[in-house]
């Protein structure tokens, strides 16, 4: 079996988040382009501001524009020396924007002492969002801050629903539950569906019928009707 590197898919879709920096800077888009670093300027990175009075959560949200994908893992460069603010953040792959977010918890900063500042974290789970989200003040010294986020580059990887292979480019065997397969392999990430197959056994990687087709059925898939062709037989009368 062949596995393939996912694809970076922010640039199919669109970022939002709780709220910008002072002077239009710091705005959501800047955690999507490059450059890949954790150097932070208002420049390159996303931020809502430092307030001491808004304690309100901080999120960062990525839709993406063709709807649901199946997300393998994300990498998230957070702002150089500023870890303390980042300690306790949550990420989310959900089916809708709600905040605070409704659905599947990839990742929970729970261990003791600040985070790295650079995330790979593995997600495996189909959703149409990616939510950082962060309700956790932040000790600033002069003051304690409100939640803050400061991304500087997110990759979300992955492919599509529906998809796999390089750069996607390949359709889920038609075998797979509701068409949905792992970007990397190809194979079945809900099983594979026995209809046709005989004895009701199919391969949940490749979604093959493993026994063959039962009785007017053909293909791999046992999705197809064989071809029926007509034959006339014409006689030819010697003298």
Same mark, same amino acid.
């Given at each position: 079996m062949c596995y393939y590197l996912t694809v970076n898919l922010t640039p199919f879709g669109t970022a939002s988040q709780s709220s910008s920096s002072i002077l239009g800077k710091g705005v959501p888009e800047n955690a999507v382009n490059p450059p890949i670093s954790n150097k932070f300027s208002l420049d390159i990175c996303a931020q809502k501001k430092l307030s001491e009075r808004d304690c309100s959560p901080a999120w960062w949200?990525?839709?993406? !524009?063709? /709807? +649901? %994908?199946?997300?393998?893992?994300?990498?998230? *460069?957070?702002?150089? =020396?500023?870890?303390? $603010?980042?300690?306790?953040?949550?990420? *989310? +792959?959900?089916?809708?924007?709600?905040?605070?977010?409704v659905g599947y918890l990839c990742y929970e900063d729970t261990d003791p002492g600040y985070p790295n500042i650079t &995330?790979?974290? %593995? @997600?495996?789970? +189909? /959703?149409? *969002?990616?939510?950082?989200?962060?309700?956790?003040? !932040?000790?600033?010294? !002069?003051?304690?801050?409100?939640?803050?986020?400061? +991304? @500087? *580059?997110?990759?979300?990887? /992955?492919?599509?629903?529906? %998809?796999?292979? $390089?750069?996607? %480019?390949?359709? @889920?065997? !038609?075998?797979?539950? =509701? &068409?949905?397969?792992?970007?990397?392999?190809?194979? @079945?990430v809900w099983g594979c569906d026995p209809q046709n197959c005989v004895n009701n056994k199919c391969d949940k990687h490749t979604g093959s019928c493993t026994e063959g087709c039962v009785t007017g059925w053909v293909g791999p898939f046992c999705n197809k009707k064989p071809r029926t062709c007509n034959v006339q037989i014409l006689g030819l009368k010697l003298s």
């Open positions: 949200m990525f839709q993406f !524009s063709f /709807g +649901l %994908a199946y997300i393998t893992d994300i990498t998230i *460069y957070y702002g150089k =020396n500023f870890a303390h $603010r980042m300690d306790g953040f949550k990420l *989310y +792959l959900t089916n809708a924007s709600t905040i605070p977010p &995330q790979n974290i %593995a @997600c495996n789970q +189909l /959703g149409q *969002y990616v939510i950082y989200f962060d309700t956790s003040r !932040s000790d600033e010294g !002069s003051f304690i801050s409100g939640p803050i986020v400061e +991304l @500087c *580059y997110v990759a979300i990887n /992955g492919c599509n629903k529906g %998809a796999w292979g $390089r750069n996607c %480019a390949d359709a @889920c065997p !038609s075998k797979c539950i =509701n &068409q949905h397969c792992h970007p990397k392999n190809g194979s @079945c």
